[in-house]
T-cell receptor, first 115, second 110 residues
């Protein structure tokens, strides 16, 4: 299947700093990308949907000013966790789709630890 | 909210078939059943999907009941590497986002 890559795989940062996570589709053009968050022992929770060239659509309860999503090209979406706090520590996963195909391909995930 | 119900955990002996059930009693006519799995600390991996006919690929088989209110994912010869959380997801035919439920944690034991 198609390849979606995330970077970094893991990151540790101090409270109050901002962290950027990249999601790249390596061998296809991703018209839509999705960002998920997963806490330990829990399922994936959808945070937002981003379409290339337009503003992201956030799920209810997700702060758009805290989790900035940019999808400026067909192969790259970024999630920036602004002013990170320990409660933002989580596993962040992206997935990508190439319209009109329906298949969603997932990245390997990025583990964020905020000290 | 997820539209599926799965048992929280199951065990399976290595080499035996693993049968993972999923209830989706409110599924509508244009919705597909998708299965993904997530091995610890990795991103989800696509397994199989279907609408109403049974499906088979190199990884698994998907059996959907005639009324489409439930389905079963079958791993014909489970290996230790199949230990993972398996998610059954109902998704509109037009595509769009995947909403994950709690899934079934499958433990394959030697």
């Amino acid at each position: 299947g198609a390849v979606v890559s995330q970077h970094p795989s893991w990151v540790i940062c101090k409270s109050g700093t901002s962290v950027k996570i990249e999601c790249r589709s390596l061998d296809f053009q991703a018209t839509t990308m999705f960002w998920y968050r997963q806490f330990p022992k829990q399922s994936l929770m959808l945070m937002a949907t981003s379409n290339e060239g337009s503003k992201a659509t956030y799920e209810q309860g997700v702060e758009k000013d805290k989790f900035l999503i940019n999808h400026a090209s067909l192969t790259l979406s970024t999630l920036t966790v602004t002013s990170a706090h320990p409660e933002d520590s989580s596993f962040y996963i992206c997935s990508a789709r190439a319209s009109p195909q329906l298949e969603l391909f997932f990245g390997e995930g990025s583990r964020l630890t905020v000290l | 909210d997820a539209k599926t119900t799965q048992p929280p955990s199951m065990d399976c002996a290595e080499g035996r078939a693993a049968n993972l059930p999923c209830n989706h009693s409110t599924i509508s006519g244009n919705e597909y059943v998708y299965w993904y799995r997530q091995i610890h600390s990795q991103g989800p991996q696509y397994i199989i999907h279907g609408l109403k006919n049974n499906e088979t690929n190199e990884m698994a088989s998907l059996i959907i009941t005639e009324d489409r209110k439930s389905s079963t994912l079958i791993l014909p010869h489970a290996t230790l590497r199949d230990t993972a959380v398996y998610y059954c997801i109902v998704r509109p035919a037009a595509g769009g986002k995947l909403i994950f439920g709690q899934g079934t944690e499958l433990s394959v034991k030697p």
